[in-house]
């Protein structure tokens, strides 16, 4: 079964400081997407980043980038200079190319003015 | 252009009673997922259509079920409400035709209470 784990429920972080979110996956696909999501308190969901499997480059995105680790199903989010907006709950998701997105439980980011 | 809408965006619901939640998508994707979000269990996967057709299905109970219309418009109906179906439903919307435009573009979600 495909499935998706991020290890740790919350963390925190000092503003400006840099933080690595965990996630790890399972599948037997060769192809496939892998997302991080943040959802903001009481706000919308949105894509932070997104990663092709079939790409040995790791996306960035601004202050936003992965380290996507395909042999071990490795899939981690850092954020570098962390600021007060960056605070939500982030998720990590994977998807095969044609088939539906499989979210884990989400890390809560408490950012520390 | 328009975001995916869904409505209402709060509930309360008594227990056994039954509920439906509605999904605009973004104009011109024709998939619509719904996923059932609970404090600690993440997002869990209901169901997707894609062209008025179921195209998967997770693992809920039959009372809770799914459509899509022409427009690509979606509902979501569950029945025979329990305690334990109070969560926040979110919709997301996807052009629906594979990578790579597997990007989703959630709603605001509607927040359901079962008392």
């Known amino acids: 079964a495909q499935t998706v784990t991020q290890s740790q429920p919350e963390m925190s972080v000092q503003e400006a400081e840099t933080v690595t979110l965990s996630c790890t996956y399972d599948?037997?696909?060769?192809?496939?997407?892998l997302f991080w999501y943040k959802q903001p308190p009481s706000r919308q969901m949105i894509l932070v980043i997104r990663q092709e499997a079939y790409k040995q480059q790791n996306a960035t995105e601004n202050r936003f980038s992965v380290n996507f680790q395909k042999a071990a199903k490795s899939f981690s989010l850092k954020i570098s200079d962390s600021q007060l907006g960056d605070a939500a709950m982030y998720f990590c998701?994977?998807?095969?190319?044609?088939?539906?997105?499989?979210f884990g439980k989400g890390t809560r980011l408490h950012i520390l003015p | 252009k328009a975001g995916v809408t869904q409505t209402p965006r709060y509930l309360i619901k008594t227990r056994g009673q039954q509920v439906t939640l509605s999904c605009s998508p973004i104009?011109?994707?024709?998939?619509v997922s719904w996923y059932q979000q609970t404090p600690g269990q993440g997002l869990q996967f209901l169901f997707e259509y894609f062209s008025e057709t179921q195209r998967n299905k997770g693992n809920f109970p039959g009372r809770f079920s799914g459509r899509q219309f022409s427009n690509s418009r979606s509902e979501m109906n569950v029945s025979t409400l329990e305690l334990g179906d109070s969560a926040l439903y979110l919709c997301?919307?996807?052009?629906?035709?594979?990578?790579?435009?597997?990007?989703?573009?959630f709603g605001q979600g509607t927040r359901l209470t079962v008392v």
């Open positions: 104009s011109g994707h024709r998939s």
């Open positions: 997301a919307s996807t052009l629906g035709t594979g990578a790579p435009n597997t990007e989703a573009f």
């Open positions: 599948t037997s696909e060769s192809d496939y997407y």
């Open positions: 998701a994977y998807s095969p190319v044609t088939d539906k997105i499989i």
